[in-house]
C-alpha cells in the first residue's frame, strides 16, 4: 500500500523557518521523481520544488533563495526547507511522487500558516 505521509507543518511569524518532511513507503522511493506542491482555497495547486530520481532539483520562481528540496533515499523521505517565511507562503502543502506514465501518489497535506 503506498503512503506519503507530510509532517511538520504548523504557525509561524514572517521570517520564520519550517522544514516539511514526507515519509514514503510502498513503492519504490529512489526510483521517484519528488515533488510539493502547494494550494490555497480557491485557486489551483501550485508546484513549489522538485528533485529527479538522480538529484536534479527545480523551484518556482516565488520560493528561489529561501526554500531548498532534499531527499533521502536511505529513509524513504523528502524534505522541503522553508527560511524567510512569507504570508504568501500560507497554503497546503502536499507531497507527490512520479515516475514516468504511471499515475502520481499524493499525500494528505499539511498545513502551514505564515502570520504575526
Known amino acids: 500500500q503506498v503512503q506519503l505521509v507530510e509532517s511538520g507543518g504548523g504557525l509561524v511569524q514572517p521570517g520564520g523557518s519550517l522544514r516539511l518532511s514526507c515519509a514514503a513507503s510502498?513503492?519504490?522511493?529512489?526510483?521517484?521523481?519528488m515533488s510539493w506542491y502547494r494550494q490555497v482555497p480557491e485557486k489551483e495547486r501550485e508546484l513549489v520544488a522538485r528533485?529527479?530520481?538522480?538529484?536534479?532539483?527545480m523551484y518556482a520562481d516565488s520560493v528561489k533563495g529561501r526554500f531548498t528540496i532534499s531527499r533521502d533515499n536511505a529513509k524513504n523521505t523528502v524534505y522541503l526547507q522553508m527560511n524567510n517565511l512569507k504570508p504568501e507562503d500560507t497554503a497546503v502543502y502536499y507531497c507527490?511522487?512520479?515516475?514516468?506514465?504511471?499515475?502520481?501518489?499524493w499525500g494528505q497535506g499539511t498545513q502551514v500558516t505564515v502570520s504575526s
Open positions: 528533485i529527479s530520481s538522480d538529484g536534479i532539483l
Open positions: 510502498g513503492f519504490t522511493f529512489r526510483s521517484y521523481r
Open positions: 507527490n511522487a512520479r515516475s514516468g506514465i504511471r499515475s502520481p501518489y
